[in-house]
Each structure stands twice: as structure tokens, then as C-alpha cells.
């Protein structure tokens, strides 16, 4: 019972997912079979990298001279931001026992999207929850490639623009964020220091820096407050104490 | 062009699924003997997420091109349409599907 309910809990979340990476599955598909690829070899990659960005670029990879240590390290640049997810899920996922392996294994955006801002009620239980969206957003993801490989050129009606709704999808939980939870500073700070670093240094090279700058200022956000609240606690307790 | 499928290929690819694994694992791996994670911790997973988030939905608007034709217009109105929505109705599924269905209908349409 457990189970299922947390299946039915977490199945319409990622229905828009579903379409997302049906979509953008076939698109990689398509592009991956147009560059030379043999069909199996897209699917092969969406299985066991399971990061879409980084597979439209290993694709660029496999087409240029080899070169496995440049590959290695444009993997932990373009995937740093992973590093922030598993900072975001290590309390989260504490506890889920061997449903620890394929969540961090699949932890891509759009699961960790999900997982990291859904609250789950008591009643279900968070590491099938987890999981479920997981492997669902896995099978979308895999799916799609499969299908875009091997029959794409079978499709004939205009998605063009469908891959929006992973824009859409962000937006809308950033939005939740902003409306629920009293941590609406940190969701301006994130988007503000994103948005500037793309401007200054294009849309190559901003991550890595914003990821950067957003932990340094949340660290040195926490340290001034405790600084703060160390040394002015008994003066602070006395002032606030009429308001409250 | 691949003209052949010898070893590279595959070095090339579990090359890039070590490097992809590494960067998912590698919070979990440092934090794994402690009982709680360090307070420092809990707090970057308290706060990062909403920060995360503002930053996806910049990520996933990077290559908008705002200076040349359609001026990142479609994006703007099928945004600004879903932000309205969802703060008056909270769902989440009807408001990502009304802004992607505007959208595409946009740039098929009016801005095709």
C-alpha cells in the first residue's frame, strides 16, 4: 500500500517531465543518428551517462580526435552543478537504504528538480516517492532517445518549441519556492547571481562561477548572521522583546 | 562522421559516465560516516535549493538571444502568462502545460 501510494503521489509530477524528455530524447536521437552515430550507440549513452547536456556533447567527443582525459574533465565542468545537488539531497536521501544507489545515480535536473521541492506528506513514504520519480524520469529520458534513433523519421507533426516545458517546469517550482517557503532571499540571491554571471561571461562559461559565487555568499550570509547574533544577543532579546 | 566503432568510442563514453557519476556521488561519499551531516551542511541544503532552482530556470534560458529577432518575446509572454496563472491557481501540472502549449503555439504561429 506504501508503495503504491507513493507511486500515485509521484507519477503526475512527472508527466510534464515526460513530455520534456520524450521531446528532447528524440531530438538527441535525431541529432546523435545525423552526425554517423549507429542508433544503438545514442540509446547506449542515454542509459549510462543519463546527463542530457553531457550527452549532446559527448556526441561532439566521439567526433573529434580522442582525447579521454580533455572528455573526463569537460565532464566534471559541464555536470559540476551535480555537486550542489547532492550538497541540496545528502540530508534527504539519508536513510532510503539501497534506493540510495539509483537516486544518486539518477539524479539528474529535472529528478532532483522534483525530489528537492516536493513536500511529501507523512502518510507516504519519501524514498519510494523518490524513487519513483527517479526511475520514471529515467525511462522517459532513455525512452525518448530510443525513439528518436530508431524511428524519428517517422514523426511528422511540429513539437517545435515543446522543449519549453523544461522552462516552464523550473519556473513553476521556483515559483513554489518563492510562495511557500520563507527562504524567498535565497531564490532571488540564486537567480540574480545566474543571471549576472551570464551576462558577463556568456552562455559558455557562467555556471561554474555562479555555482561558486552562490555557496561563498549563502557561507559568508550564515557567518555573518552568527556573528551577528553572538554579539549583539542580549541587547537584540531586550529591543525586539517590545515588538514581539 | 564515425567511420568506425573501434575501443575510442567506448573508452570516450565510460570516460564521461565516471566523470558524471563522480560529480553526483561525490557529496554523498564525503559526508557518509558522520551520524548528521556538519551544520554547514544542513544549512547549504536548507537554502541551496530555491538558489538551485533560480538558477535552472536561468540555465534553461541561456541561449535565449534577446538582441536579434524574436527578442526573447515568446519566452517573456509564455513566462509572464504562467507566473500569473500559477499564483492565482497553484497547480502545477496546469500551469506548465498552459505556458508550453502557448509557446509553442507562438513560435509556430505568430512568431514563426
Redesign the interface.
Known amino acids: 500500500m506504501v508503495k503504491r501510494s507513493a507511486f500515485g503521489y509521484a507519477f503526475?509530477?512527472t508527466?510534464?517531465i515526460c513530455?520534456g524528455f520524450l521531446f528532447l530524447g528524440i531530438s538527441y536521437g535525431l541529432y546523435a543518428t545525423g552526425?554517423?552515430?549507429?542508433a544503438f550507440?545514442p540509446v547506449?549513452?542515454s542509459a549510462?551517462?543519463?546527463?542530457g547536456s553531457?550527452e549532446f556533447v559527448?556526441v561532439a567527443?566521439?567526433?573529434a580526435p580522442?582525447d579521454?582525459l580533455g572528455?573526463?574533465?569537460l565532464?566534471?565542468l559541464v555536470?559540476?552543478?551535480?555537486?550542489?545537488?547532492?550538497?541540496?539531497?545528502?540530508?534527504?536521501?539519508?536513510g532510503t537504504g539501497w534506493k540510495?544507489i539509483p537516486l544518486?545515480?539518477g539524479?539528474c535536473?529535472e529528478s532532483?528538480?522534483i525530489n528537492?521541492?516536493t513536500k511529501i506528506p507523512d502518510t507516504i513514504d519519501k524514498g519510494w516517492f523518490y524513487l519513483h520519480v527517479t526511475w520514471l524520469n529515467y525511462l522517459y529520458w532513455v525512452g525518448g532517445v530510443a525513439l528518436g534513433s530508431f524511428g524519428g523519421k517517422l514523426i511528422t507533426i511540429?513539437?517545435?518549441?515543446?522543449e519549453?516545458?523544461?522552462?516552464?517546469?523550473?519556473?513553476?517550482?521556483?515559483?513554489?519556492?518563492?510562495?511557500t517557503?520563507g527562504?524567498?532571499l535565497?531564490?532571488?540571491?540564486?537567480?540574480?547571481?545566474?543571471?549576472a554571471w551570464?551576462l558577463a561571461v556568456g552562455?559558455e562559461r557562467?555556471?561554474i562561477p555562479?555555482?561558486i559565487t552562490?555557496?561563498v555568499v549563502?557561507?559568508s550570509m550564515?557567518r555573518y548572521k552568527r556573528s551577528a547574533s553572538h554579539d549583539s544577543q542580549p541587547k537584540t532579546e531586550a529591543k525586539e522583546d517590545p515588538q514581539v | 562522421m564515425i567511420q568506425h566503432l573501434d575501443w575510442h568510442v567506448y573508452v570516450t563514453i565510460a570516460v564521461v559516465v565516471l566523470g558524471t557519476i563522480l560529480t553526483r556521488v561525490i557529496s554523498f561519499v564525503l559526508f557518509a560516516n558522520r551520524a548528521k551531516p556538519p551544520a554547514v551542511v544542513q544549512y547549504l541544503g536548507d537554502v541551496l535549493p530555491g538558489a538551485v532552482m533560480g538558477l535552472l530556470v536561468v540555465y534553461s534560458l541561456k541561449d535565449l538571444t534577446i538582441t536579434s529577432y524574436p527578442y526573447g518575446i515568446p519566452e517573456a509572454i509564455a513566462l509572464a502568462v504562467l507566473v500569473i496563472l500559477h499564483v492565482y491557481k497553484r497547480n502545477l501540472l496546469l500551469s506548465i502545460a498552459v505556458g508550453t502549449i502557448l509557446y509553442m503555439v507562438l513560435v509556430q504561429t505568430v512568431f514563426a
Request: aromatic share 16%; hydrophobic share 60%.
Open positions: 503526475p509530477l508527466v510534464p513530455a552526425q554517423g552515430l549507429p550507440l547506449l549513452m549510462t551517462i543519463f546527463a553531457m559527448t567527443l566521439l567526433t580522442f579521454p572528455a573526463f574533465l565532464t566534471l555536470n559540476a552543478r551535480h555537486i550542489f545537488y547532492g550538497l541540496s539531497m545528502v540530508t534527504a536521501y539519508r540510495k544518486i545515480y539524479m535536473d532532483f528538480a528537492a521541492t511540429s513539437l517545435k518549441g515543446i519549453f516545458v523544461l522552462t516552464a517546469l523550473f519556473a513553476v517550482l521556483f515559483l513554489e519556492l518563492l510562495l517557503a527562504k524567498r535565497y531564490c532571488y540571491l540564486g537567480f540574480g547571481i545566474t543571471a551570464l552562455p557562467f555556471m555562479a555555482m552562490i555557496v549563502f557561507l550564515r
